[in-house]
């Protein structure tokens, strides 16, 4: 079946450091979403990317689709505090369901 | 609006007992997956309703069953809990026009004992 592998698994960085975790799919994705799971939280849409090498931003986030669709990636600038937690992507599927395969979770904690 | 709630927060059962968890989603929403989330497993999907009918179903033993009422509502049973059983379980709604935005509940954290 389908595998959705994310890098690093964990990552310790300083305050104001940049973060990248990267998504890699062993089959084609259909569309990309990204949550992001604080300590002892439920998950939580950050956003959707559909199209192939579609690049969308929001503040410090930046989301890429790789040209092949068979992988993505989460950059974050001048990381902060609140940043914490665990960042998931998810394939899902276009096909009138709602199924999610989620990646494996990239840990960010912060060394203020 | 109100987000997705679910019901209980926690609880502890023991091997071979079953075990019935609830979910209301957001008003409106029609679709209602549910989700594993184990350590060693991470986020695994389970299943997803869609007025009253199953969509999809994931890779899990028949122990896992769940059903979607009139008003969205959805409950999920697991019978004879493993040890294995122990996570939170996690629900989500959404609209159902895929690909869409899924809104996750807090959880219902199981413990087999």
């Known amino acids: 079946g389908q595998q959705v592998m994310q890098i690093p698994q964990y990552q310790h960085v300083q305050e104001g450091e940049d973060f990248t975790t990267y998504c890699n799919s062993s089959?084609?994705?259909?569309?990309i979403q990204w949550y992001k799971q604080r300590p002892g939280g439920h998950p939580v849409f950050l956003i959707q990317?559909?199209?192939?090498?579609e690049v969308k931003k929001q503040k410090r986030l930046t989301f890429q689709f790789g040209e092949a669709k068979k992988n993505s990636s989460l950059h974050i600038t001048a990381t902060q505090t609140t940043d914490v937690g665990t960042y998931f992507c998810?394939?899902?599927?276009?096909?009138?369901?709602?199924?999610?395969?989620f990646g494996t979770g990239t840990r960010l904690t912060i060394i203020p | 609006k109100a987000g997705v709630t679910q019901t209980p927060r926690y609880l502890i059962k023991t091997r071979g007992q079953q075990v019935t968890l609830s979910c209301s989603p957001i008003?409106?929403?029609?679709?209602v997956s549910w989700y594993q989330q184990t350590p060693g497993q991470g986020l695994q999907f389970l299943f997803e309703y869609f007025s009253e009918t199953q969509r999809n179903k994931g890779n899990f033993p028949g122990r896992f069953s769940g059903r979607q009422f009139s008003n969205s509502r959805s409950e999920m049973n697991v019978s004879t809990l493993e040890l294995g059983d122990s996570a939170l379980y996690l629900c989500?709604?959404?609209?159902?026009?895929?690909?869409?935005?899924?809104?996750f509940g807090p959880g219902t954290r199981l413990t087999v004992t």
């Open positions: 989500a709604s959404s609209t159902g026009r895929s690909p869409g935005e899924q809104y």
């Open positions: 998810a394939d899902v599927s276009n096909f009138g369901n709602e199924k999610l395969t």
């Open positions: 089959t084609t994705l259909s569309n």
């Open positions: 008003s409106g929403h029609r679709s």
């Open positions: 990317l559909v199209k192939s090498g």
